[in-house]
């Protein structure tokens, strides 16, 4: 039990940083893979119409919502392995 509180201390503050450092910087210039814009137009080709900036919970039940989950995955598969554990780590 030691190690298990320890180690999720040491997470939360490593997660506390990154937040501070992800939260700092204008979401315009932030780049959390080199694949960036092309999985932005890629995305915004396919879903033109869904709102990004307001998420709308019943919206995100909808058949729109599971397409972006299968689009999410797609490219996951088709990317390297950074890009599958940062898509891994935003849906956790």
Do not use: G
Not at 43 to 64: A, G, H, M, Q, W
């Amino acid at each position: 039990p030691d190690i298990e509180m320890a180690w999720a201390m040491r997470a939360m503050q490593h997660a506390e940083v990154y937040y501070k450092l992800i939260s700092s910087v204008d979401p315009q210039f932030l780049k959390l893979t080199k694949v960036n814009d092309e999985i932005y137009s890629e995305f915004r080709k396919n879903f033109e119409k869904l709102r990004i900036d307001i998420l709308d919970p019943e919206e995100l039940k909808s058949v729109s919502a599971k397409e972006v989950r299968i689009f999410s995955l797609k490219y996951c598969l088709a990317s390297d392995q950074q890009l599958l554990m940062i898509n891994t780590f935003l849906y956790i």
